[in-house]
């Protein structure tokens, strides 16, 4: 049984940091592009972050400078760090595991980050 499961949400004023993990079990992680995706009130959900099976990052232009995403293959753990976190930034975030080869595709059940003072 696949499961993703996400950590580390919450409350924080603008400006302040984040760090997201999300635990993969069930899956050979190594093979998976992990990534970060977030879904505001009333919006679409978007990309935020990947990071390839082969250390290969990509971010949003909205992100870009302020979210670090990394992984631990060793603990099949992907991580987002959020820095100087704005409003707009307040969201579900959801991690998502993508097999390199097949289609084989994994969502966690999200965590709410909020950005407010």
């Known amino acids: 049984q696949v499961q993703l499961v996400e950590s580390g949400g919450g409350l924080v004023q603008p400006g302040g940091s984040l760090r997201l993990s999300c635990a993969a079990s069930?899956?050979?992680?190594?093979?998976?592009?992990m990534a970060w995706y977030r879904q505001a009130p009333g919006k679409q959900r978007e990309l935020v972050a990947t990071?390839?099976?082969?250390?290969?990052?990509n971010y949003a232009d909205s992100v870009k400078g302020r979210f670090t995403i990394s992984r631990d293959n060793a603990k099949n753990t992907v991580y987002l760090q959020m820095n100087s976190l704005k409003s707009e930034d307040t969201a579900v975030y959801y991690c998502?595991?993508?097999?390199?080869?097949?289609?084989?595709?994994?969502w966690g059940q999200g965590t709410q980050v909020t950005v407010s003072s």
């Open positions: 990071f390839t099976s082969g250390s290969s990052t």
């Open positions: 998502n595991a993508e097999h390199l080869f097949e289609v084989k595709n994994y």
């Open positions: 069930g899956i050979i992680f190594s093979i998976y592009t």
